[in-house]
Structures are given as structure tokens and as C-alpha cells.
């Protein structure tokens, strides 16, 4: 308890939603801005004491870039870097259909691993551009931010192509799926392994590339 006075005695977040179990794990927590944030999305998710407990130990908010907007977050600093994916054998090298299948197989753990708000809207989603068929490996959509992601992966390093094949499939979603109330959306690139010379001539705002680790 005295613990609990020295933390929140200078803080406005304590929240009813969360139970003493709850607490109890937070305060654990010696980082306030770190606190703050696993306080705010216990909150905001309803999340179990079991839930909280191992988002705190994928150290959840340090692959978050230490950057979070608890008052008006954008959907980019929602999603964590490295995203960590349940696979059955860690030694195993994955191909991109097995990295799909395995998503797949595990899909609410991988879209609660992503961040808030993310639902599923289809997989490998046949799209039309020109005389040729795309598929986009995983459309979702969030709720939060009302826009429709788009889900491209490589289990490649990051390449410039990659940038100009989800710009497409955004630039079609945008016109022939999403509907005027929704915002525009948003693609994210999954790889094994960044390339900072890529990105740093990426100037497209709607374009985020995270790496996975398998777990």
C-alpha cells in the first residue's frame, strides 16, 4: 500500500476498471511513463490480470519505441516492433506461405499482439488492378481509427519494391473498398529485417514496416 501511495499520489490515472490483482502487477513497475501506458490500455481493453502480466513481459511498451500517446495516439505507435508470432519450431526457416499459415492459425493472439483495435476483414483478398490479379495477404481493419490495413509479408529484409507493391493495393482499397466515413488507409509491412536506406526514401505517411520475431 505504501508502495501504491508513493506512485499514484502524484498521478490522475488510476482507473475503477482495474482490480487490485491488476495493481499488483503494475506496480511492479519502477518506470512511470511505462506504468501509465499498461495502466491506460488495461483500461481501454479490458484486459485480464493473466493478459497484463504477459504484455509486461514481451516488454510490450519498449517495443512500442518508448513513444506513446495516451491522449490522441496515432495507429503507428499502436504497433509494436518487433511483432512477436507463435510458431511451432523457432529453428524452423519460414516461407511466406508458412508465416501466413501460421498467423492464421493463431489470429486473435497476432491481432491483439499488433495493437488496440484490430479486426480481420479477409485473407489473400483478390484485388484487379488493370488486366492482372493481386492478393492482398491480410486486410484488416481498426476500429479505433476507422481505417482498413493493409498486411504485407516478407520474411525477406526490406526491399524499395516492396514500398511500391502495398502502395497499390492501399491506393485500391482506398478507392474500391473504403467508403467515405472511413479514413484512409494504412499498409504495414511485416519482415525479417529492416533496411533503414529503403525507408529513409519512403516518404509515404500510410506506410509503417515492422519486423517479426518468432516465439
Not at 495516439?73 to 516461407?95: A, F, G, Q, S
Not at 495477404?137 to 509479408?153: A, G, H, P, S, T
Request: proline share 1%.
Amino acid at each position: 500500500m505504501r508502495n501504491y501511495y508513493i506512485k499514484f499520489k502524484n498521478l490522475q490515472t488510476v482507473s475503477a476498471n482495474l482490480s487490485w490483482s491488476h495493481y499488483v502487477e503494475i506496480l511492479k513497475i519502477d518506470n512511470i511513463d511505462k506504468l501509465k501506458y499498461y495502466i491506460y490500455i488495461t483500461s481501454k481493453l479490458n484486459i485480464s490480470v493473466r493478459e497484463l502480466r504477459e504484455r509486461i513481459k514481451s516488454n510490450e511498451y519498449e517495443r512500442k519505441g518508448n513513444k506513446i500517446e495516451l491522449e490522441k495516439p496515432k495507429v503507428n505507435t499502436l504497433i509494436k516492433n518487433p511483432i512477436l508470432i507463435k510458431v511451432k519450431n523457432k529453428n524452423k526457416k519460414l516461407t511466406e506461405y508458412a508465416l501466413h499459415q501460421t498467423i492464421l492459425e493463431n489470429l486473435e493472439d497476432f491481432l491483439k499482439e499488433l495493437g488496440i483495435g484490430f479486426t480481420f476483414a479477409g485473407s489473400e483478398v483478390k484485388i484487379k488492378i488493370g488486366d492482372r490479379y493481386n492478393y492482398i495477404d491480410l486486410l484488416l481493419f481498426n476500429y479505433k481509427y476507422n481505417c482498413f490495413v493493409v498486411i504485407e509479408l516478407k520474411v525477406m529484409e526490406m526491399k524499395a519494391e516492396y514500398i511500391g507493391q502495398i502502395t497499390k493495393y492501399i491506393n485500391y482499397v482506398d478507392k474500391n473498398i473504403k467508403k467515405v466515413f472511413h479514413e484512409k488507409t494504412v499498409g504495414v509491412i511485416i519482415c525479417k529485417k529492416e533496411n533503414k536506406y529503403v525507408m529513409e526514401y519512403c516518404t509515404n505517411p500510410q506506410i509503417f514496416v515492422r519486423t517479426y520475431e518468432k516465439v
